[in-house]
Structures are given as C-alpha cells and as structure tokens.
C-alpha cells in the first residue's frame, strides 16, 4: 500500500501562500492550524480570503481555502485550532498531540510542514513538535522580492524549498558547533558531527559539505590542542587555503622544532639554531588560557607552570647547550658543579634550580628571576598544592588569577624582553573561516 503525503499547514492571513503550498505540495491529506480568527479563511463559503490585486494596495476577495484547492465536500483535510496562538509553549503542545494522532490515522504517512503564513509562536510550535517525529519534511515557500520592497515577495516567483528532518535537525546542530567552537570544544564538535553523520542520506550536498568542513577543521585544532602537533600540521595542511593558514603553519613548525630541541637528550656544546623564537612556550601559555576559559583552573595552572618551566628550558638549550633532563658536570664551572652537586654522568635540575643555575650564569632571565625569586616560590605552592601535582586542593578562578598575574606576567613579559615576543604564535580560532569552508567545491 502506498504511503500517502499528509500536509500540515499553519493558516494566517495570507490565505494565498496556503493555497500555493498546498498546489505546489500536492498532498493526499490537508491538515490545518488555525487560531480562532484564521479559521474562517479555511472553510467559509462567503469568500472570506483575499488577494492584492495589483500594486496600489487593493484588494479583491477569494473563496476559502478550501474551495480553491477544491477539497469541499471531500475528507482529505481537517482543522485543529489552537486556543492561544501566542502562547508557544501550548503551541508546541498542540502540535505534538496532532503528529500523535496523525501517526495513529495514517501509521506510515510522509508529513510535510509548512510555517510559511503562520504567527511566529504557531509558526516555532509546529517547528519544534516536527523536529521529534520521523519522516517529516519542512516545507517553505520562497520567492524574489519586488524592487525596493524587501517584504513583498513578487507574484508567482514562489518556489518549494522542502528539508528533511536530518536537514533540520543538522543545521540545529552545526549552531551549536559554533557555540562549542567559541569556546575552543574543538573534541566536541567532532562528537557532534561524528552522530550527524552516521545517517547522511537525508542531507543535501552542501550539508554533506558543511559537515565535512567542520571535521577537517575540528580534527586539525584537536590534534593541537592534545599537544599533537606533527599530526595538527598533517591536518592542517590538507585544510583549504585559508587567512592565517600560512602563520599557522610557521607557527606549528616552530613549535615542533623547539620540542625536538627540548626532547634531545644530547648536549650541544654550541648555541644551537631553531625555528623561530620561544612559539612552544606560547603555545603551553595559549593552551592554559583554553582552559581557564573552560573552567578547568587546575589544567589552567598546571600548564602555566609547564610554560614557566619550558621558558627557563628553551633558555638554557638555546644560549648554553644545556638540556635540564642531562647535564654534564663538564658544562659548568666547578664551584657550579658543587653547588648544584653535580655527579659524572647524567643530572637533572627542576624548575627553580634551573633558573637559580640561570642566575649564577649571569643569564638576564636567570636574573629577573631573582628579583621577585620569592614571591615566584611562593606563588608556585598553589600549583605544588593542587590536586593534579602533589596535594588535594582545587584551584578557582581566583586562585588562577592570581597565579597568572605573577606567573604568566613573567613569562610574557620576558616574552618580549628577551625572545621575540610571541613570535608566529597566536591563539588557535574560535570560529571556522569562511575560506576553509565548502572545502569540496
């Protein structure tokens, strides 16, 4: 038995786009939604509609609805009236008890939706009660506007545009992959599309696209945001040419230069040569500040001493050959060597020592760390207490702040006195530009 097209039609003022979408539809079954002052439109016999007769603004009237679309005396509509057309919420709740009893009716029906003529509240009610049934389409009548009117669609350039409701469900979605985008959710995004696009066979090619979009660029910015970088700069390179594409690219190379170096554990006895400046110390600082924006003040703190630590590091490699995971005794004058208690063979130095070492080499970072050395330590202890180093503690945003003002105010500020600022860093997008987009065109 073939499925019948059932109509489901919000009824307003304009009694001519009901009747057009019902002749361009061609259902098997009209089902109208009305409020008590569009009711009349649908059924009585006194010619109650009308239509603009030309452009001076006059009117001539039309018989009802239903005898334009010649469905008098047949049973192939019916009428639901809605009791409070501005109350949105009783406008979703008619609406849902109606797709009920048309599924009851006709069990394998095709409804179709459309909200072209309908009051807002009626018109979102019906949008959102369809958004819960299977096979409904939205359905909505377009057209050309006429010159110098942008809210007269000009006579019969109207066009059926129907989406399904994988379509519409997956526009809602990409929404909110703007909002996780905003806030750096780059992994979430890829959850969200991931369930978009098990079932694609209800979506146009641009949403297929779209979508498509969002992986290329979600994938790319996770992989960078997990510290990933050979397999971010792979990603990103295969993403369309886009605004800061060419920097970020500089950017991640730098960085994945600079973490090669950090990762040796050869010692260099010459200054050793790099890409770029200090991006990888920028980049544990961007990261720290992604966190805090999420709320996540231990991740935060945690990697605002990651990016304190990384600076004296890239310091020591880069001006003295010296790596802090295996320093040789041989690297450094004697009463160093004793004073930091080096042994033959393999030694490691912390955080502090490192820049204590820093400062004993004359080094001019190692030296502005010794003029607030204390109030450094001090600040430090709400990391070593943290519940992600070696206490029990959480840390809230106050707590952030305050380490981020001493911490990250030293780091950024030595930035740019001693590195080239932030260099080719920058912090990773919030938003998909629109030159990465439609990527498949």
Known sequence: MESKTVLVMCVGFACDLVVKSIRKNEPDFVQFLVSVDSRKFVAERDSPCCKRRDDNGEFESMPSIIDQCNLRDTDRYGVTEIDHPDDLEHCIRVSTNLFNALREEFPDCTIITDVTPATKSMAFGLYFASHVFPNVELSILVGDRKKGDKTEVRPDSEVLNRHSRQAMFS???????????????????????????????????????????????SRTFTSWDKFDHEQALEHLLSLPIFKERGRYQLYLEAVISQRQLLESRVNCDEEVEVKGSAEIVCDMLFNAQRRAENGRFDDAVARLYRSLEMLMQLRLVKQFGIITSNVRASQLPEELQQKYNLRDGRNKIDLVRGYDLLADLNDELGTAWNEKRSRFIGTLCYRNDSILAHGVTTIDVNTYEKVDAVIGGFIRSQLEDLFDGQGLALQLPRVIDDRARNSNN
């Open 171 to 217: 526009v809602g979605h990409l929404l909110i992959c703007d909002e996780l985008l905003s806030r750096y959710d780059y992994e979430a995004v890829l959850v969200n599309i991931d369930e978009l696009r098990r079932n694609e066979s209800g979506l146009n090619s641009w949403l297929k696209r779209r979508l498509l979009d969002y992986v290329k660029w």
